[in-house]
């Protein structure tokens, strides 16, 4: 089976959805005759024509509001936001206007677009290209919040989200693009070459949203976590020696509890880990529905790993991001506790 | 140079307050029929004075006149006066329905009527209207029916959006009438999309973006303007300048552009001042700017002067902003007396008939006012099931929504 990059992966979900169905359009910042900042719509362009793929102004409020027009109108739009952190002009147009079309026009209208951005840090990019806006999405009522954490899921999840009915919101772990790094920022990555989930088949297969991937089948404690933490929290577990059950989210709304309450009530122990800030962050709301569904099998409390409540930082980004020695004291000390 | 001295903030104000006499003299009104009427592939940097003068057609005898005029027969005034007449009727009935408590909300289109009533006979079926809170227009004059709308506004058992929106928030894909959202601004970059959808699919339907004089302050009215002159879209951006964004006056919106038109011109897209309250008028620069679009010219933006008569909604109170008689003083009249004295000059209405057409309009509109209610209003009779609460966010309703519909007990 061919094995590719994320970058490569995400690529083909968009030349394989595009191929199938002359509906689907892609543009954003740089999307067009460049190919994305990252490359990711690289090739798209020449392939299939200016209509089908092209550049847009520096105006994300006006990518996602006329993704949404597109969208009423019966195309299926899958933009590109050039990171995450520049989403916040769109935020009007996501969270009240893509989310809330279907219901409030009592499906006389629709909203099939997927809107893709890089999300995380790693990378030095300072507070404007590292952040990881996922709550500020979940939070949002008529939203799906997909987090790929490799190439295989990263294709087959895309093309699910371009082909799901509703608004589609897809972060792309960026400095998973190329292999997957698990916080040891002074070792080399892997590259997605070498790593069975860098197995892309070719052609149309999709992921199904809101199912989660048992990452590593373990009993002592279960880990939830996505995107990049994936990686982190199982260089943790080897590296403390603690038999982590992970859990890869894949999609955290709509979310998989069956998953995790079975994994957690398996456990009775559970951390939850994410790159985004701690208060308000995901990890509250998975803190919380473990504590509702698994109460009576916890041994000890559901602990947080999280980003520093503080803007994302620059020179001391290895200080900030919550890599796999802050994620193994965490599953230390939920063992002991 | 010599010293300029401290800063002063500058805070536009509005020529008249509460207490004080109107007055217009300051609004320059070019005398109908004197605005010529381009070709629709004018150079649009050849007819950048359109943007400063206004359109008419009606002039002051109520006769037709000049480059605009001569689009519309008989038949279709008489239609068009119907449908403004049974706006500005339903409006009343819905207003004093909301004062009975019968809904929470309520927005009236007193003195506007011409506006939206006109635009939507420029258009073709299967075009698109992405309209704000005051076109209802749109739907009246495409035979979409009343009882539906009321049924709507009294978020009763057979209300189509099913007891979730605002009233008046309508929504209807078959009458070329997107979702109205309650935000302002979001649709006019939507209409854009939508239209640049139709010639990435080359179709023959075109779009129409609307929006008021204060939300054109709004970032996603630049964005639309950028979007729909790069990408060339087939969309008519239209903005009702009514004069009034709630308690504030057009200026604090305009700044220093002279005109809400003039916004367009930075862009290179086509952009006329047009008599809002001229049917006539409205109808004829609709028409141009849609013909423009389907002949793949590109947006125009059409500016309508026009003057808010009532209040911005059942929950304000214009006196408290503006002098009472301010709308009486307004220069360019009611759209629905212009037009009757138009018909009257033509010697196809009287006095009589519209007495007569009055009474009818007004006994169709209690009839389906009646129609509505025996359906329920917001507060009594039959309402949408709480259950519809939980329906539609998503195509599928996700396993976190039917948990939650189980712990509402429905």
């Known amino acids: 089976m061919p094995r590719r990059t994320m970058i490569e992966a995400i690529r083909d979900a968009m030349d394989v959805s595009m191929e199938r169905d002359s509906k689907v359009v892609v543009f954003g910042e740089d999307v067009g005759f460049f190919g994305g900042v990252f490359r990711v719509t690289h090739g798209l362009q020449a392939k299939y024509g200016k209509s089908r793929c092209f550049d847009a102004p520096i105006n994300e409020s006006g990518i996602v509001g006329s993704a949404i027009g597109m969208a009423a109108y019966g195309?299926?739009?899958?933009?590109?936001?050039?990171?995450?952190?520049?989403?916040?002009?769109?935020?009007?147009?996501?969270?009240?206007?893509?989310?809330?079309?279907?219901?409030?026009?009592?499906?006389?209208?629709?909203?099939?677009?997927?809107?893709?951005?890089?999300?995380?840090?790693?990378?030095?990019?300072?507070?404007?290209?590292?952040?990881?806006?996922?709550?500020?999405?979940?939070?949002?009522?008529?939203?799906?919040t997909v987090v790929p954490s490799n190439p295989h899921d990263a294709k087959g999840?895309?093309?699910?989200?371009?082909?799901?009915?509703?608004?589609?919101?897809?972060?792309?772990?960026?400095?998973?693009?190329?292999?997957?790094?698990?916080g040891h920022h002074d070792r080399p990555v892997t590259p997605w070459s070498k790593h069975?989930?860098?197995?892309?088949?070719?052609?149309?297969?999709?992921?199904?949203?809101?199912?989660?991937?048992?990452?590593?089948?373990?009993?002592?404690?279960?880990?939830?976590a996505y995107g990049t933490m994936v990686y982190v929290a199982q260089a943790a577990a080897e590296e403390t020696r603690i038999d982590a059950e992970i859990i890869d989210l894949r999609t955290l709304l709509p979310l998989d509890l069956d998953t995790i309450v079975a994994s957690v009530k398996k456990t009775g122990r559970c951390v939850v880990v994410h790159?985004?800030?701690?208060?308000?962050?995901?990890?509250?709301?998975?803190?919380?529905?473990?504590?509702?569904?698994?109460?009576?099998?916890?041994?000890?409390?559901?602990?947080?790993?999280?980003?520093?409540?503080?803007?994302?930082?620059?020179?001391?980004e290895w200080e900030y991001f919550p890599g796999p020695a802050r994620v193994g004291r965490a599953l230390v000390e939920t063992l002991q506790a | 140079m010599a010293d300029a001295g401290m800063l002063r903030f500058h805070v536009p104000e509005p020529?008249?307050?509460?207490?004080?006499?109107?007055?217009?003299?300051?609004?320059?009104?070019?005398?109908?029929?004197?605005?010529?009427?381009?070709?629709?592939?004018?150079?649009?940097?050849?007819?950048?004075?359109?943007?400063?003068?206004?359109?008419r057609v009606l002039n002051r005898n109520g006769e037709a006149v000049g480059p605009w005029a001569g689009l519309l027969s008989s038949e279709e005034l008489l239609e068009g006066l119907r449908n403004m007449m049974t706006l500005r009727t339903f409006d009343a009935r819905m207003q004093m329905a909301q004062r009975q408590g019968k809904t929470s909300f309520y927005m009236q289109h007193l003195g506007e009527e011409a506006v939206s009533c006109a635009f939507r006979k420029a258009l073709k079926p299967g075009d698109m209207n992405f309209p704000t809170y005051r076109q209802a227009g749109l739907l009246i004059a495409d035979g979409y029916p009343m009882?539906?709308?009321?049924?709507?506004?009294?978020?009763?058992?057979?209300?189509?959006?099913?007891?979730?929106?605002?009233?008046?928030?309508?929504?209807?894909?078959?009458?070329?009438?997107?979702?109205?959202?309650?935000?302002?601004?979001?649709?006019?970059?939507?209409?854009?999309?939508?239209?640049?959808?139709?010639?990435?699919?080359?179709?023959?339907?075109?779009?129409?973006?609307?929006?008021?004089?204060?939300?054109?302050?709004?970032?996603?009215?630049?964005?639309?303007?950028?979007?729909?002159?790069?990408?060339?879209?087939?969309?008519?951006?239209?903005?009702?300048?009514?004069?009034?964004?709630?308690?504030?006056?057009?200026?604090?919106?305009?700044?220093?552009?002279?005109?809400?038109?003039?916004?367009?011109?930075?862009?290179?897209?086509?952009?006329?001042?047009?008599?809002?309250?001229?049917?006539?008028?409205?109808?004829?620069?609709?028409?141009?700017?849609?013909?423009?679009?389907?002949n793949n010219l590109g947006p125009t933006l059409v500016e309508y002067v026009t003057y808010r008569a009532g209040a911005h909604s059942s929950s304000d109170d214009p006196s408290a902003y503006r002098p009472k008689t301010e709308s009486d003083a307004w220069p360019l009249g009611d759209p629905v007396m212009r037009l009757k004295n138009h018909l009257i000059k033509l010697g196809v209405w009287s006095d009589e008939r519209h007495a007569q057409a009055e009474a009818e309009i007004l006994d169709t509109v209690i009839a389906a006012q009646k129609e509505a209610e025996s359906h329920g209003t917001l507060h009594a009779?039959?309402?949408?099931?709480?259950?519809?609460?939980?329906?539609?966010?998503?195509?599928?309703?996700?396993?976190?929504?039917?948990?939650?519909?189980?712990?509402?007990?429905?």
């Open chain 1, 75 to 144: 195309l299926k739009p899958c933009v590109e936001i050039q990171f995450a952190d520049y989403m916040y002009p769109a935020y009007d147009q996501l969270t009240q206007e893509a989310a809330r079309l279907r219901y409030r026009s009592n499906g006389d209208f629709t909203c099939p677009i997927v809107v893709r951005m890089p999300t995380g840090g790693g990378i030095f990019g300072g507070q404007t290209h590292s952040q990881s806006p996922e709550a500020l999405f979940t939070h949002v009522s008529g939203l799906k």
């Open chain 1, 157 to 182: 999840l895309l093309i699910a989200a371009i082909e799901d009915p509703d608004p589609v919101i897809f972060l792309e772990p960026k400095r998973l693009y190329n292999g997957p790094f698990d």
């Open chain 1, 196 to 224: 069975e989930l860098g197995e892309v088949a070719d052609g149309h297969y999709t992921v199904p949203l809101g199912k989660a991937a048992i990452r590593r089948a373990g009993s002592d404690v279960t880990v939830l």
């Open chain 1, 275 to 316: 790159e985004a800030t701690l208060t308000s962050g995901f990890g509250a709301e998975l803190s919380a529905l473990v504590q509702e569904n698994c109460f009576y099998h916890l041994e000890a409390p559901v602990a947080r790993v999280a980003g520093w409540d503080t803007p994302y930082p620059h020179a001391q």
């Open chain 2, 15 to 55: 020529e008249v307050r509460p207490g004080g006499t109107p007055d217009f003299s300051n609004v320059t009104i070019a005398e109908a029929g004197s605005v010529p009427r381009p070709d629709i592939d004018v150079d649009p940097r050849t007819i950048r004075d359109m943007a400063f003068s206004i359109i």
């Open chain 2, 147 to 294: 009882v539906t709308m009321m049924n709507q506004i009294y978020s009763n058992e057979t209300d189509p959006l099913k007891g979730r929106q605002l009233p008046i928030m309508y929504s209807s894909k078959e009458h070329g009438f997107f979702s109205i959202s309650g935000n302002l601004a979001t649709q006019y970059i939507q209409a854009v999309g939508w239209a640049m959808a139709s010639a990435i699919s080359n179709d023959s339907r075109i779009a129409a973006a609307w929006i008021g004089d204060g939300s054109t302050a709004e970032s996603d009215f630049h964005s639309a303007l950028v979007f729909a002159s790069t990408y060339k879209a087939p969309v008519v951006l239209n903005v009702v300048n009514n004069q009034w964004a709630i308690s504030t006056f057009q200026g604090i919106a305009r700044g220093g552009s002279g005109t809400f038109a003039a916004r367009g011109l930075g862009f290179g897209i086509p952009s006329l001042r047009v008599d809002g309250n001229d049917y006539l008028a409205v109808h004829a620069v609709a028409k141009w700017a849609a013909e423009r679009a389907r």
């Open chain 2, 381 to 410: 009779g039959g309402k949408p099931s709480t259950r519809e609460m939980f329906e539609g966010v998503f195509a599928e309703m996700p396993p976190h929504l039917r948990r939650q519909r189980q712990q509402a007990g429905v």
